[in-house]
């Protein structure tokens, strides 16, 4: 009978707003247009908070919804429906109306709640209710407002949280704070002025200045309550300490703080072996740390996890990036060379998602930074604490845990390949970070003695591709063209018709192919490392070899050509940054790129315009113009090129145009659901491009090298190896005659009968085929 009046007193509120947030969020799907992440986001934010209130009714039988309460669970409705649609904002156009009026009404309903609040009295709860939606709502608000204003702007949204999460470690911190009006003040200021900026009602500096205003403002409120805390924390901790903490909570964070610290030491740095079993390990030197806790004095004691707590972090963050490199690139993070990545990263995504996506990307990376040093450290002063509080306890299970070590190390037992029960994998770890960075550290010097011995150094261009004379020769890569598309995958046979199509029409037009293997230098990304490995007949694997390799002097195809009197040519049709390498070390005499392509389109992610138009754009500007000089050409087909969520059609040559008629087609956003879909789709578009552009081809002396730069990331990652195709395609059979000591096979697709060799042999062996 309680239990039910207790039901009937809880339910009607929570019940009430979950109904009205539903219904809001399918009349705005029937109406302006929700993405699906929208919704997920608004239905979860929904769950979450009537769950919440649900559970405080429960739990306090003296709490109520009065008038006022009712009224800020109406805002809270609204302001679920403004967070959908800010979260939809990422994939559709915004419905500013409709988003600016659903953010004024809940504003306004804040200042009828407190309005109502102190004529019919405020609760306890009430209060709460009201704080949190406030939060709510400035988040949901200043979520949109970065979008246009800037990433600065996520500090108001996430101010309070932060607050919230420094209470966590900082117990004075979490004191109540005295009633302050201003603080309320503070808040409608946010508010207002994140609606002013959202409705873009005021020039984008205009608004900046107003939001500036609001967060300093902001911080100005955070400060003086902080100093207040700060001030008062004595008076804090005593009333603290005077207050009994439940027991389960207490044994909850301490069993948090021994998992945190558990899955930092034994948690794998390859992603296929992230695996339940791969867990089931016990790490030797958790069981150092506790037993140190335990015999230590005091005073050494506190500091030890101020010690052992940053290492644990990290740690986690290089687990995190061998994690992301593994996934990526099919190798583990380089602590000495990889960094530059960081930047790379931020220009791709940037350049693929646009600026919104590239700089809230940069805040989840330092807040996962943050979470990574923080977290462990805070785990590891609980558990030391816990250990010293125990210490026959303590003592007495480290020993057998100590025993159970060496038994599992002396049995060699694992539950899963590669990961051994009795583990020290932390240690491990740890030296082979010092050991790969006094490797990479050597292998500067390596590598330079290297690039001083180049036995063609002192050739004439005749010596080195004298048998091309009279050819105009086209080194095109292949953006993520790899092994997996033409062997082995389920969506090969798709690719290899398009080769098969593409041989029948090389043939009808009088051309003939030879295909063999190569082994990339780089595994889904680094595509620069792939070119200049071809291009210099060395191995370039990390950044600081390809920094060394375009300050010297090292003879490349695209060099030698030019000595031997072709005009060379670049094109990069995604390249938007500086690249003075390509006149200083590749001695290009034309650098193209997305600014000097004249292109009119839209752009396909990170590809800034299709393969057609790359191809069509170089036979204007360079093949068909009247020359005295042969062409040697770099060309990078980029439509290829992850994530695949932007693919576009193929058309007849003569429509293309400027490429202003790719804003009248449909794009192919197959990838976005299905990796493997897009990938496919993306090469087969770029192989059946090039082959047709050739077959159309009338210059009866052109050659063409067609090769992938490395294997995709982010399909099948079950199918390792670095090895990708290539082709050399020739109208005249003098050409292929050359090559036909390698064992290639014919045609445009390799088989296992092909050789592969590793893509830095590729110069030397073309210079020894090609010499006059």
């Given amino acids: 009978m309680v239990d039910r009046q207790r039901f009937f007193r809880t339910a009607p509120g929570p019940i009430a707003g ?26 979860v934010v929904a769950l979450v908070l009537d769950a919440t209130l649900a559970r405080a009714l429960w739990r306090n039988p ?74 709510l709502l400035i988040l949901a608000l200043s979520i949109e407002v970065a979008r246009s204003v800037g990433v600065w702007v996520l500090a108001i949204g996430a101010a309070r949280y932060l607050f919230y999460a420094a209470g966590w470690s900082l117990r004075w911190l979490r004191a109540s704070l005295p009633r302050r009006d201003w603080r309320k003040s503070v808040t409608a200021a946010q508010g207002i002025g994140l609606v002013i900026a959202a409705a873009h009602v005021l020039p984008l500096v205009a608004a900046q200045v107003v939001v500036a205003v609001a967060l300093a403002l902001l911080a100005e409120s955070f400060g003086r309550d902080t100093w207040w805390l700060w001030r008062h924390r004595h008076a804090a901790g005593a009333q603290a300490r005077g207050r009994t903490r439940d027991p389960r909570l207490t044994a909850a964070l301490s069993l948090l703080a021994f998992v945190v610290v558990w899955a ?81 990263g931020v220009e791709t995504t940037r350049e693929t998602f646009g600026r919104t996506v590239a700089d809230l990307t940069i805040v989840a990376a330092v807040l996962i930074v943050a979470v990574a040093l923080a977290l462990p450290t ?46 020290a994998s932390g240690a491990d770890l740890a030296v082979q970070e010092v050991r790969a960075v006094q490797v990479d550290l050597r292998d500067h010097s390596v590598f330079d003695r290297l690039l001083r011995k180049d036995d063609f150094r002192d050739k004439t261009g005749g010596q080195l591709v004298g048998a091309l004379r009279g050819k105009d020769v086209l080194l095109v890569f292949v953006e993520s063209y790899g092994r997996l598309a033409v062997q082995g995958s389920p969506f090969s046979p798709a690719v290899d018709a398009v080769l098969a199509t593409g041989d029948a029409q090389l043939a009808d037009a009088g051309f003939s192919a030879e295909s063999g293997w190569l082994t990339s230098s780089t595994f889904g ?47 990069d049709p995604s390249n938007s940054r500086a690249w003075p390498e390509g006149t200083s070390f590749y001695h290009f005499d034309q650098v193209y790129n997305r ?30 113009k009247p ?42 956003r197959s990838g976005l659901n299905d990796p493997e879909k897009g990938y496919s789709t993306s090469t087969e578009y770029s192989l059946r491009t090039l082959y047709s552009f050739v077959a159309h081809s009338t210059d009866k002396n052109l050659v063409l090298i067609v090769l992938g730069d490395h294997q995709p990331s982010r399909v099948d990652p079950g199918q390792p190896g670095h090895s990708v195709p290539i082709s050399i395609v020739a109208h005249d059979p003098a050409v292929l005659k050359r090559i036909s000591s390698w064992g290639w096979v014919d045609g445009l697709q390799p088989d296992a009968r092909a050789p592969l060799w590793p893509m830095s042999a590729f110069r ?9």
């Fill in 264 to 344: 930092a030491l034994v948690t794998p740095t390859k992603p296929w072996l992230l695996t339940p079993g791969a867990f089931v390990r016990l790490p030797l030197e958790g069981i150092v740390v506790v037993v140190l806790a335990v015999v230590l004095p005091n005073r050494v004691r506190r500091v030890l996890p101020w010690l052992v707590g940053p290492a644990l972090g990290l740690l986690v963050l290089v687990k995190v990036l061998d994690i992301g490199f593994f996934t990526a690139f099919d190798r583990p993070f380089n602590p000495v060379d990889d960094w530059s990545f960081l930047s790379f």
């Fill in 764 to 772: 030397n062996r073309f210079f020894a085929a090609f010499g006059a």
């Fill in 62 to 135: 003296a709490a109520t919804l009065n008038l006022a309460s009712w009224v800020t669970l109406a805002r809270a409705t609204l302001t679920i429906g403004v967070g959908a649609l800010a979260v939809s904002s990422f994939a559709r156009a915004l419905p500013v109306a409709t988003f600016v009026s659903l953010a004024s009404v809940a504003l306004a309903l804040d200042f009828v709640d407190g309005w109502v609040a102190r004529r019919t009295g405020s609760s306890a709860l009430g209060a709460r209710l009201d704080g949190e939606i406030d939060a």
């Fill in 18 to 43: 979950a109904v009205a947030q539903l219904l809001l969020l399918v009349a705005l799907v029937q109406t302006v247009g929700v993405s699906a992440a929208g919704w997920v986001v608004g239905a």
């Fill in 525 to 571: 990304g680094g595509s620069w490392w792939a070119h200049s490995t071809l291009q210099s007949g060395t191995w370039i694997d990390t950044q600081g070899r390809y920094d060394a390799l375009v300050k010297s002097h090292r003879l490349t195809l695209a060099s030698a050509f030019a000595l031997g009197g072709w005009r060379t040519v670049a094109e």
């Fill in 627 to 668: 020359r005295t000089r042969n062409i040697f050409a770099e060309v990078d087909l980029t439509s290829s090129h992850t994530p695949w969520t932007r693919i576009p059609p193929f058309i007849p040559w003569n429509e293309v145009g400027d490429g202003s008629i790719y804003n009248r087609l449909p794009i192919d």
């Fill in 378 to 423: 805070l785990a590891a002063i609980r558990l030391s604490r816990v250990a010293a509080r125990h210490r026959r306890v303590s003592l007495g299970a480290s020993a057998a845990l100590a025993g159970a070590w060496i038994v599992f190390w002396a049995a060699g037992v694992q539950v899963v390949s590669g990961a051994r029960i009795a583990s």
């Fill in 595 to 624: 600014h000097n392509l004249g292109y009119h389109g839209p752009t396909y992610g990170f590809s800034t315009m299709p393969d057609e138009y790359t191809l069509l754009r170089l036979q204007r500007l360079e093949l068909a």
